[in-house]
């Protein structure tokens, strides 16, 4: 059976690759840059030498890189994303042995494509925010690297949900404000994105990180359709029973994402090549995603 070391295993989707390995009995070690009870500290921008030690004393077969950064100045957007990888990739070529990567990459890679064409792993990346840029420079890095593999993930969605997305953000502020008639305000919702469940993604990670032989550079992980916001946010409602109005802000999205209209992903290469298939319809995602940020007690 094969070792994993989780790197980012406290992050939004390092949390479910972490859960889902635990579920089926994969060999995880921890790790992340804020480290808590179980997962180990390691922080891959602190040098290549660091991480070359963490790989000797742990003696992986896979590495998954979860980590990233995905807002702040342009400094910790290239320390987090293109410094942090690069050091990753270096020490990997210096192993002992050969260690797989699977490396999340991100569909702000891509950046504007064309209204209602699905993105293939071949289009050619075009990105419009530093976050995509730093991605896709994170992307470049490992394909350097024997062996490794980039998921570039579209937009997950879930239990987890962080405040920086928008079904996160909106979930929290309908939680908030539970029981009263305020209004719900968030930024603009009318472009398109693939929604995939971050389970789903969990799964696609284990599925490479396990998969025998050589896989493509680069895989596409995403639902396989554009949902429009709107219909996220009114089915997040219809989720939660609320009646309130949710109010769109005349100001521009995120930074993120900010001029890409339409996103869809083709996910065809994934099911070829991994026998990969996104399971969890978005209904789910959203009701255990509202679940999740109940009260205690």
Known sequence: ???????GATGFVGRHVRARAAATGVEIVAASR???PGVLGLDLSAGAARVGDALRDLAPDVVVNCAGVTAGSPADL????????ANLVTALAAAERPVRLVHLGSAAEYGEVEHGTPVTESTRPRPHSLYGVTKLAGTELVG???????LRVFNPVGPGSPGSTLAGRLAGELRRTDGTDEDVHVGPLTASRDLVDVRDVADAVLTAALAPGALPPVLNVGSGRATPLRDLAALLLRVTGSRRRVLEAAATGSER???????QA???AIGHVLGWAPATDLATSLRDLWAETACPG
């Open 266 to 268: 083709d996910i065809r």
């Open 1 to 7: 059976m094969s070792r994993i070391l989780l790197v």
């Open 34 to 36: 804020s480290p808590e």
């Open 78 to 85: 290239v320390r987090g994303n293109v410094v942090a990888v």
């Open 257 to 263: 994402s900010s001029g890409v209209a339409w996103q």
């Open 144 to 150: 350097g690297a024997p062996g490794a593999v980039v």
